[in-house]
C-alpha cells in the first residue's frame, strides 16, 4: 500500500506512501521499530535465563524485521523525514502528504474530528501480524504514580482515586481520552463508542513495551543509536546493529552487576 502511493499524484499533489518513526534524540525511532520486531519474533532476552540476550535480540526474525523497516523507510517516506516522531507523523497525515502514518492510539481523536481527515474519512488499524503470525504493539505512555517524598501524598492519591471512578473514566473516553479501566472498556456499548474503539482494544490485548529496567534511559539510548544509524543513515547491516545493540546492553547490565 505505501509503495502504490509513493509519489503518486493526487488532485495535482504528490503524495508519499507513510510516515514512520524516525526520530533520534529521544525514544522515536525505537518505538517505531520496535512496533516491527515484536511480530518478527524479536525478545529482550532469554525466557529462562534473565539478560541472556544472544539468539533473541539479534535472532533470524528480528533481522528481518529490523529490514523490513528500513525497507519502508527507504521506499515509502517522503524527503526529509531522517528525524521524525508523533507530531510530524500528525502534520504530514493532516496535510495529505503521506496516505498513511504509524502513531500511537491517543492520536486518533485528533484525526477524527478534523475536517480534512476526520468523520470516517480516516481509518484505524492494528498492526499486522509478522512472518509467523505473531502480532504485537508496542506499549506507549507512562503509568501515573506518586512520590513517595511528595508534599501531598494523600492528595495525590485522592486524585488517582478520583480519577479511576467509572463515570469519570467514561466522560474521559467521550472527550477523546484513553480509558484502561476494565469497567469502561468491557462494556458492551465500549466497542461501537467510537470508530477507533475496536482497535484500540485489539491493539490493548497485544501490547510488549521496552526494558522495564531502571537503566532504561542507557538502554533506550543505545536503541536509538543503533537503529538510526542503519535505518536512516544505511551503515552496516541489521545482523550488525543488532549484534551491537547486545554488546551495549551487555555492557550495562554488567556496569550493574547483572552479568
Same mark, same amino acid.
Given at each position: !500500500?505505501?509503495?502504490?502511493?509513493?509519489? %503518486?499524484?493526487?488532485?495535482?499533489?504528490?503524495?508519499?506512501?507513510?510516515?514512520?518513526?524516525?526520530? %533520534?534524540?529521544?525514544?522515536?525511532? @525505537? !518505538?517505531?521499530?520496535?512496533?516491527?520486531?515484536?511480530?518478527? +519474533? =524479536?525478545?529482550?532476552? &532469554?525466557?529462562? /535465563?534473565?539478560?541472556?540476550?544472544?539468539?533473541?535480540?539479534?535472532?533470524?526474525?528480528?533481522?528481518?524485521?529490523?529490514?523490513?523497516? /528500513?525497507?519502508?523507510?527507504?521506499?515509502? @517516506?517522503?524527503?526529509?523525514?531522517?528525524?521524525?516522531?508523533?507530531?510530524?507523523?500528525?502534520?504530514?497525515? /493532516?496535510?495529505?502528504?503521506?496516505? !498513511?502514518?504509524?502513531?500511537?492510539?491517543?492520536?486518533?481523536?485528533?484525526?477524527?474530528?478534523?475536517?480534512?481527515?476526520?468523520? +470516517? /474519512?480516516?481509518?484505524?488499524?492494528?498492526?499486522?501480524?509478522?512472518?509467523?503470525?505473531? %502480532? =504485537?504493539?508496542?506499549? +506507549?505512555?507512562?503509568?501515573?504514580?506518586?512520590?513517595?517524598?511528595?508534599? &501531598?501524598?494523600?492528595?495525590?492519591?485522592?486524585?488517582?482515586?478520583? =480519577?479511576?471512578?467509572?463515570?469519570?473514566?467514561?466522560?474521559?473516553?467521550?472527550?477523546?481520552?484513553?480509558?484502561?479501566? %476494565?469497567?469502561?472498556?468491557?462494556?458492551?456499548?465500549?466497542?461501537?463508542?467510537?470508530?477507533?474503539?475496536?482497535?484500540?482494544?485489539?491493539?490493548?490485548?497485544?501490547?510488549?513495551?521496552?526494558?522495564?529496567?531502571? $537503566?532504561?534511559? $542507557?538502554?533506550?539510548?543505545?536503541?536509538?543509536?543503533?537503529?538510526?544509524?542503519?535505518?536512516?543513515?544505511?551503515?552496516?547491516?541489521?545482523?550488525?546493529?543488532?549484534?551491537?545493540?547486545?554488546?551495549?546492553?551487555?555492557?550495562?547490565?554488567?556496569?550493574? +552487576?547483572?552479568?
Amino acid at each position: !500500500m505505501a509503495e502504490f502511493f509513493q509519489g %503518486r499524484d493526487i488532485d495535482g499533489k504528490t503524495v508519499y506512501g507513510a510516515s514512520i518513526y524516525t526520530e %533520534r534524540g529521544s525514544e522515536g525511532i @525505537t !518505538m517505531g521499530v520496535m512496533d516491527v520486531l515484536y511480530s518478527f +519474533g =524479536f525478545k529482550y532476552d &532469554n525466557p529462562d /535465563k534473565p539478560y541472556d540476550m544472544e539468539g533473541f535480540v539479534n535472532s533470524p526474525g528480528a533481522v528481518e524485521g529490523l529490514e523490513f523497516y /528500513k525497507a519502508l523507510y527507504d521506499c515509502c @517516506t517522503a524527503p526529509g523525514t531522517s528525524n521524525t516522531y508523533m507530531g510530524e507523523g500528525i502534520d504530514a497525515y /493532516k496535510s495529505g502528504q503521506v496516505a !498513511m502514518q504509524m502513531n500511537f492510539a491517543f492520536t486518533w481523536p485528533g484525526f477524527e474530528v478534523d475536517p480534512n481527515v476526520g468523520g +470516517g /474519512k480516516t481509518g484505524y488499524l492494528v498492526n499486522p501480524a509478522g512472518p509467523g503470525g505473531e %502480532r =504485537f504493539a508496542q506499549l +506507549g505512555g507512562q503509568g501515573i504514580s506518586v512520590v513517595a517524598n511528595s508534599d &501531598n501524598v494523600d492528595g495525590a492519591l485522592a486524585y488517582i482515586k478520583w =480519577f479511576a471512578q467509572k463515570d469519570v473514566q467514561d466522560k474521559w473516553w467521550s472527550l477523546g481520552g484513553f480509558s484502561t479501566l %476494565r469497567s469502561v472498556v468491557e462494556d458492551p456499548g465500549f466497542a461501537t463508542s467510537q470508530p477507533y474503539a475496536q482497535t484500540y482494544l485489539d491493539s490493548m490485548a497485544i501490547v510488549k513495551d521496552f526494558w522495564a529496567e531502571p $537503566s532504561y534511559a $542507557s538502554l533506550l539510548q543505545a536503541s536509538q543509536a543503533r537503529f538510526h544509524d542503519y535505518v536512516v543513515a544505511g551503515n552496516g547491516t541489521a545482523k550488525e546493529a543488532l549484534d551491537g545493540l547486545i554488546a551495549d546492553w551487555t555492557e550495562v547490565f554488567t556496569d550493574e +552487576g547483572k552479568l
